[in-house]
């Protein structure tokens, strides 16, 4: 302990512990301040956003936004579903075509898929049917929905809507 002997005896400890406890101190309020600032800019921004939507119409500006175009959905009935077999468990595609017809669906057609080893099942569909296929994944239960791909017109055979089962 060299570097104890070197200080003089009667160096003011208290003193400097008390001077550094205020600059941290006056630090802590000055940190505080800055977030309360950060903390009140939504909080005004959500006063102002509420005080414009209560003062009168005379007031407020108007703003004319064009309504997107609401296409509704197709009727389940309408749609052909295929349904390929993608886990290699025997009759998994004509039992989810039976499925879907109880559910409602058109024409549902079964096959096997090229390959058997698909990790999660999915819904495709063709341009066009991207809401009717996120309705089809919910009837069935499966989380993935993609455009079809790697298909040609001809192996889809008139659907517009596309069920791989896969192992989950």
């Known amino acids: 302990m060299e570097h104890a002997q070197q200080l003089p005896r009667d160096f003011p400890w208290r ?5 550094v406890g205020v600059i941290a101190a006056v630090e802590l309020v000055a940190l505080i301040g800055v ?7 939504p909080v005004r921004a959500h006063a102002v956003a509420a005080a414009h939507a209560t003062a ?5 500006a108007t703003r004319h936004v064009a309504a997107l175009p609401v296409q509704p959905l197709r009727p389940r009935t309408k749609l052909s579903v295929l349904v390929l077999n993608g886990n290699g468990v025997n009759g998994a595609a004509g039992a989810e075509a039976v499925s879907l017809r109880t559910l409602g669906y058109g024409s549902s057609r079964s096959e096997d898929a090229p390959r058997h080893d698909y990790a999660r099942s999915m819904v495709m569909f063709v341009p066009g049917y991207a809401p009717e296929a996120r309705r089809l994944a919910r009837d069935t239960g499966v989380r993935i929905v993609a455009t079809v791909d790697g298909m040609r017109r001809a192996q889809l055979k008139g659907s517009q809507l596309v069920v791989v089962l896969g192992g989950s």
Do not use: K, N, Q
Request: aromatic share 0%; charged share 20%; net charge positive.
């Open 15 to 19: 003193t400097a512990a008390v001077v």
């Open 35 to 41: 977030g309360a600032l950060r903390l009140a800019e």
């Open 56 to 60: 009168p119409a005379a007031h407020r």
